[in-house]
């Protein structure tokens, strides 16, 4: 090898470089900072420009011996020299030729060295060998560079140029990205051929490991893709879920109701089917229709109390107490639900009947309910049955229509979410029927102990037992209620208040609770019992008390104003003679017993639903041809009634002492004043044939005496309803004396006895009796006149 090239000595400045080599050829700049290095930088300017560069072993190496560096480097020729800010300067230099440091000569203020320069022959015929070897690491070079090595084509152009070996070889080596160690192997190699075949060898490596490193990272890339596709694909499968109706919330929600499905101790058929239904709300979009339609299903089926009870309370003295609480009087009623709570206790699977609570409205019908409910520690629930005339109403809609729901009892079970509370149905009385159905019969149905424990609601399609149920009932006349529900129930009737009793409501719970109800303290509204008495007869006309409630609320509002103007206020007094500053003028006065007996006038005593009212019957006689005219809001039934007491008269013509022939020469004008009220029903019978038969006879009719019931052509006295109440309204008008139909005697009972005490019930049988009571005795007559 030595026979290629020699070498020549030379003397010149030498800087150490960290971490980077200079080869032979190589075009380099780099950044001078010690002051060594600048010191020896100079002086090879002073020089030829030459400067003998070589690599640190170790690049952290500050200030370095001559140990700490190669011995082996390049000579190179400074080109360039930029001062930079801080004393740094930046050098471009060009390797010129490698060389050997024979001896350092100077270490202080910079190293100096004496070289040999190696200096190559120009071979011109380079051996075949040297040839091969410079086409294979060309090859391997330009694989090197394909496999991805950032090196520009230029590179291989110049490369293709280049003729000596050893420059060749310089510039491949230059252009690998090599590390520090391998480098300098190169430089220290300084026969060309065996340079080549070093660097061949790296090449080769090189390759090798790129080679690997491909597969690596196409494996990589493989995998990563793999990541992303599945990341893609799972996006996209969301993107159909929920396309579908199965984002993740709704197989949350799914889940659920799989979970509560699970929980829920109920028949298997019912669960099979509300699987099936769930199942078909996890196959459905569910922003769909359809599956607002099933979910809404599958929600109210789980709303409703399968198998959730409250525990029954069933202690007689604790409820006993409670209803006393809630409600005065009405005795028949809480004695009748203490012994249905004492059956209750001994036989705890007793059906018991159903209650219905017939009476006017506002005697307490509903709050009663509401009591017997807190008094069994149960929940309440009240459905209104009041204009209900499609079955549908009870029973739900088919889910095949458009927004069906639930009927009226489902709905009321999920609200109250107890499956044994007490139902009240109001108003069951006011049910209609028409085309779309009975819900007389659903109701049937529900109220049928051997049918409801299994109710089907329509769009429910499953049964739900309401067996454990206590229904109640209330109505205000039991003739409209349908035969065969009315069997069914037990009915308990309420009758209105008397006036007594209205005082007594009042005082006890209604005032005190308009306080409470509108935040006042307790005692700030005072009110002796006479003014409540003037609130009840002058301002409300009613069986029951809700108008008197509600007067008495206005009442606590005005007292209410009166306390906001003026807060020092201890006491707001209400008397009968500010009364009307507060409510306005008296809304009812009554028609008082007329003070005088006249001849032709008779008060009888009516019932309408808000309770009992006397009522005046006329009578004038007039020349004519035996017509019978009626006036006055009448009915059928009162006209004929009318006729029949007209009959039974013309019979009795002798014994009366009438004329015989004043069916055809009189006229008979029956009149019946305070005609807004219709008035039907035959209890007015026996009053207008007394009115007639004093109008005929000219004896007058004793105004303290007022009658009721029904007469029959021969005169005899029949029964009527609602005694009480007319009882109540003939003690009203001051009257003293009544005629009751002996079959009604048995009611007598339920008058209450204060007002007995100032009333004289008389008996009676039949017409003879009730003009020996009525009409006024000859001598009385006389006594009067
Ligand atoms: P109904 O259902 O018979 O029409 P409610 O139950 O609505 O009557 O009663 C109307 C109001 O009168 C309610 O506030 C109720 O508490 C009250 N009330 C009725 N009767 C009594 C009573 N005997 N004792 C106490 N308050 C009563």
Redesign the pocket.
């Known amino acids: 090898m030595s026979k290629n090239f020699k070498f020549k000595e030379h003397t010149l400045t030498l800087i150490p470089l960290r971490g980077l080599a200079v080869f032979p050829y190589m075009v380099l700049h780099f950044d001078v900072g010690r002051e060594k290095s600048i010191n020896a930088l100079e002086e090879a300017m002073v020089e030829e420009q030459l400067i003998f560069l070589t690599s640190q072993k170790e690049a952290e190496i500050d200030i370095p011996t001559t140990e700490d560096f190669y011995h082996v480097g390049t000579i190179c020729k400074i080109k360039q020299m930029l001062k930079l800010p801080g004393d740094t300067i930046r050098v471009l230099v060009e390797g010129v030729s490698r060389a050997k440091i024979k001896e350092i000569i100077d270490e202080e203020p910079y190293f100096r060295a004496i070289l040999e320069e190696a200096e190559y022959e120009q071979d011109d015929e380079r051996d075949k060998e040297t040839e091969a070897l410079m086409r294979s690491v060309m090859d391997a070079f330009e694989e090197y560079v394909n496999t991805g090595n950032k090196i520009t084509p230029e590179v291989l152009l110049t490369l293709s140029d280049i003729e000596e070996p050893s420059r060749f070889a310089d510039t491949v080596a230059s252009n690998m990205s090599l590390k520090p160690k391998q480098k300098q192997e190169l430089l220290e190699i300084f026969d060309p051929k065996e340079r080549l075949e070093t660097i061949y060898a790296i090449l080769l490596e090189e390759i090798e490991i790129l080679e690997i490193e491909k597969t690596i990272s196409l494996r990589v890339k493989k995998q990563v893709n793999r990541l992303q596709k599945e990341y893609y694909l799972r996006e996209q499968l969301k993107a159909i879920q929920k396309e579908l109706g199965e984002d993740e919330e709704t197989l949350d929600e799914i889940e659920e109701y799989k979970e509560k499905l699970q929980k829920l101790k109920i028949n298997k058929d019912v669960k099979e089917k509300i699987g099936k239904e769930i199942k078909r709300l996890s196959s459905m979009s569910s922003s769909s229709a359809e599956s607002a339609v099933i979910r809404n299903y599958v929600d109210t089926f789980f709303s409703l109390p399968w198998n959730k009870e409250s525990k029954d309370k069933l202690d007689i003295i604790e409820a006993q107490k409670i209803l006393d609480e809630?409600?005065?009087?009405?005795e028949k009623v809480k004695e009748r639900i203490l012994e249905y709570l004492s059956i209750r206790k001994l036989a705890k699977s007793m059906k018991g009947p159903i209650l219905c609570?017939v009476?006017?409205?506002?005697?307490?019908?509903?709050?009663?309910a509401k009591s017997v409910a807190r008094a069994m520690n149960r929940k309440f629930v009240r459905v209104s049955l009041g204009g209900v005339r499609d079955e549908a109403e009870i029973r739900g809609h088919r889910r095949t229509y458009v927004g069906a729901i639930p009927g009226r009892i489902i709905n009321a079970m999920k609200e109250v979410k107890t499956k044994n509370p007490v139902f009240l149905f109001?108003e069951i009385d006011k049910m209609a029927s028409d085309f779309r159905g009975d819900p007389a019969s659903a109701m049937l149905e529900v109220l049928d102990p051997e049918q409801n424990k299994e109710f089907t609601d329509h769009y429910m399609e499953i049964p739900f037992d309401l067996s454990k149920v206590l229904f109640i009932t209330?109505a205000n006349s039991l003739s409209t209620i349908p035969g065969p529900l009315r069997d069914r129930m037990e009915i308990i009737e309420?009758s209105g208040?008397t006036e007594v009793e209205k005082l007594e409501?009042a005082k006890?719970?209604?005032v005190p609770?308009q306080i409470k109800e509108h935040n006042l303290e307790e005692g700030f509204v005072k009110m002796s019992d006479g003014t409540i008495l003037d609130v009840i007869t002058h301002y409300t006309r009613e069986s029951?008390?809700?108008t008197l409630?509600r007067t008495l609320g206005r009442l606590c509002r005005k007292a209410a104003k009166k306390y906001v103007e003026d807060p020092k206020l201890k006491q707001v007094r209400i008397t009968s003679s500010n009364l009307e500053k507060y409510l306005g003028k008296h809304r009812f006065t009554y028609q008082k017993a007329n003070e005088h007996p006249q001849v032709g006038i008779v008060t009888g005593l009516a019932w309408t639903p808000v309770g009992g009212d006397t009522l005046s019957i006329e009578v004038a006689l007039m020349k004519g041809t035996g017509k019978l005219v009626l006036t006055g809001q009448l009915g059928d039934v009162m006209k004929e009634s009318a006729q029949t007491g007209l009959s039974f008269i013309r019979s009795k013509v002798e014994e009366l002492g009438l004329d015989e022939e004043f069916h055809k020469n009189t006229d008979i004008h029956i009149h019946i004043p305070e005609g807004a009220i219709p008035k039907d029903g035959p209890s007015a019978g026996i009053t207008m044939a007394t009115a007639v038969i004093s109008a005929l006879t000219g004896i007058a009719v004793r105004s303290d005496v007022a009658m009721t019931g029904e007469i029959t052509l021969r005169g005899r006295v029949l029964p009527i309803g609602g005694l009480k109440e007319k009882t109540l309204a003939a003690h009203r008008a001051g009257i003293k004396k009544i005629l009751v139909p002996k079959e009604n005697e048995k009611d007598l009972d339920e008058i209450p006895q204060n007002i007995k005490k100032d009333l004289e019930l008389v008996i009676v049988e039949n017409m003879d009796e009730v003009m020996e009571h009525a009409l006024v005795k000859k001598e009385e007559d006389k006594n009067e006149g």
């Open positions: 809630d409600h005065f009087g009405l609570f009476g006017p409205p506002g005697v307490g019908k509903t709050s009663i109001d209330t309420l208040y409501i006890r719970h209604l609770k029951g008390v809700r409630e």
